[in-house]
């Protein structure tokens, strides 16, 4: 039986933090993926995965918002 490294928890844990926190998600799919077992590169590449992800997502986000600012300024014609 194969043992595994990291409890359901803390993959968990780490995949939330990705979501949440692009930026750390993005520094702790490079530090498990430099490590030398697979368990670890599996979640680094999952958590690198989740934060750009992420990342993509808000940028979306931002520039519909930003987008959507200007939409009363183009309707009223002082744009």
Known sequence: MVEERYSS?????LYIVSFLVPVAGIIIGVIYM??????????????????IV???????????SFGASFVPLLMEGNF
């Open 9 to 13: 928890g803390m993959k968990i844990l």
């Open 34 to 51: 430099g490590k030398e077992d697979e368990e670890s590169k599996a979640l680094g590449k999952t958590c690198l995965i989740i934060a």
């Open 54 to 64: 992420a990342f993509v997502l808000v940028c979306c986000c931002v520039a519909i």
